[in-house]
């Protein structure tokens, strides 16, 4: 890197949508760099992440964007058009199964689907049975820990029925798919450098002027992204806009699990993504006939929150193992519950209402993409994609506060108004009914 080297826009970040959005700004004609204090591209979070593509969403934005972001990784290798020297990573679309008898589905889910036009069935306890052999349809709502009593009991009566909707899936390899997008980027002349990490946000005359590395290096740029996943909240202190924000953004410690699938099943070929409302949990088929189990964030989970995100407790719990294995087998009673335990411990940048933030902020030329780990993966395209729009728009003067910015997306032709996810909108409350990783 040449001595005081300047970009159009620098993004702090290298996950999934950092990657993507130096991508897009690439595309669009932008000398970029992306910063990261990780060794390489989608080391961080993204790395950890479930990378489950599904569209059942309890706001109109929300089901719009991943049904987008279906087609995106559908037609993967065409969206990058270079091929990655470690291959591509690949989609697997094994149709996802929503059960349990809250009547949220109903009420705001498939009149989403019907507007939109996502193809979905309505699965009773019969076809469920037929399409998931041994699994246990009984109600056990609402999630309950193995410490609690009634965790035991029999179920009284059986789940209504279940949402399938063939469009679902997981990508088999986020990091890979990140690294697809860094080479994607530099092929478009974006630049990246690892193992730097950002000290401060620097700004000169009301605008932000770049940043200054922890080395003392300094980088000038018109344009700063905040994509720092769970480090995203300090970004905002460094720049100074986060008392501005009426939305803001916390690191959560998640727990995700591996266990074998059930004796003779070949889960990883004929298994669903399912998301068990019922229970609390969601589970995919997993590389090695494993199943990976997550929790949704039932009420009678702690929630760890950190106030260092470089400092944190990267052990499995006993207790969180413990709790989302014995839910499984009870779905799974077939399951073997192992004595080792396997997964993954990482953050998720959380926003008040799990919505994410794209937005600009009160600093000129500083813009977020923020709050969004545990459910945006699935969108870092045309996340990406709307953020170039916005970004564009914003610095051509457009009051994006007053009169949002709205974006036609390129597959599907809806109409996306940015406000959606703007810093200063009104909590959501019903928005966080399902989380899956």
Not at 240 to 254: E, N, P, W
Not at 328 to 341: F, T, W, Y
Request: proline content about 6%.
């Amino acid at each position: 890197m040449p001595e005081n080297p300047r970009y159009d826009a620098i993004i702090i970040g290298a996950g999934i949508i950092g990657s993507n959005i130096g991508f897009e700004l690439a595309k669009a004609g932008h000398k970029t760099l992306n910063i990261d204090k990780l060794p390489a591209a989608g080391y961080g979070s993204t790395a950890n992440s479930c990378a489950i593509v599904r569209c059942h969403y309890s706001t109109w934005p929300g089901v719009a964007m991943a049904y987008e972001g279906f087609h995106y990784w559908k037609n993967w290798d065409d969206y990058l058009e270079v091929e990655d020297e470690r291959g591509n990573a690949g989609f697997v679309q094994c149709g996802g199964v929503f059960v349990g008898n809250d009547e949220r589905y109903s009420q705001k889910v498939l009149p989403l689907f019907d507007e939109i036009g996502i193809d979905y069935e309505i699965w009773d306890t019969g076809a469920l049975k037929d399409h998931i052999p041994g699994i246990d349809t009984g109600d056990h709502s609402p999630p309950k820990r193995p410490e609690d009593d009634e965790f035991w009991e029999d179920p009284a009566q059986e789940i209504n029925s279940a949402v399938y909707t063939p469009i679902a899936g997981y990508i088999t390899d986020p990091q890979l798919a990140t690294h697809n997008l860094q080479r994607a980027a530099e092929a478009k002349g974006a630049e990246f450098i690892f193992n730097a990490e950002v000290n401060d946000v620097r700004v000169e005359d009301g605008r932000v002027a770049g940043v200054e590395l922890a080395d003392g290096r300094t980088i000038d740029a018109p344009i700063v992204i905040n994509v720092a996943g769970p480090h995203s909240f300090v970004i905002n202190k460094m720049a100074g806009v986060a008392d501005s924000m009426a939305i803001k953004t916390r690191a959560l410690r998640h727990e995700v699990h591996h266990v074998p699938a059930p004796h003779g099943v070949d889960w990883e070929r004929d298994g669903y993504l399912v998301g068990d409302d019922d229970m609390g949990t969601y589970f995919r088929p997993e590389v090695g006939n494993h199943i990976l189990i997550g929790s949704q964030d039932p009420e009678c989970d702690p929630q760890i929150w950190v106030d260092d995100p470089d400092v944190y407790d990267r052990n499995i719990s006993d207790d969180q193992w413990r709790a989302q294995v014995l839910r499984l087998a009870r779905r799974l009673p077939a399951l073997g519950v192992p004595s080792d335990k396997k997964g993954v411990v990482d953050l998720y940048d959380v926003s008040d209402d799990w919505i994410p933030i794209y937005d600009k902020t009160d600093l000129a030329g500083f813009y977020l993409a923020i709050g969004t780990s545990g459910n945006q993966f699935k969108n870092c395209h045309i996340a990406a994609y709307c953020m170039v729009k916005l970004i564009e728009a914003v610095e051509s003067g457009h009051d994006h506060d007053s009169d949002p910015v709205k974006v036609t997306m390129p597959y599907t032709g809806l109409e996306l108004d940015m406000s959606a996810f703007s810093r200063n909108r009104e909590v959501n409350k019903d928005s966080s009914f399902s989380v899956l990783g």
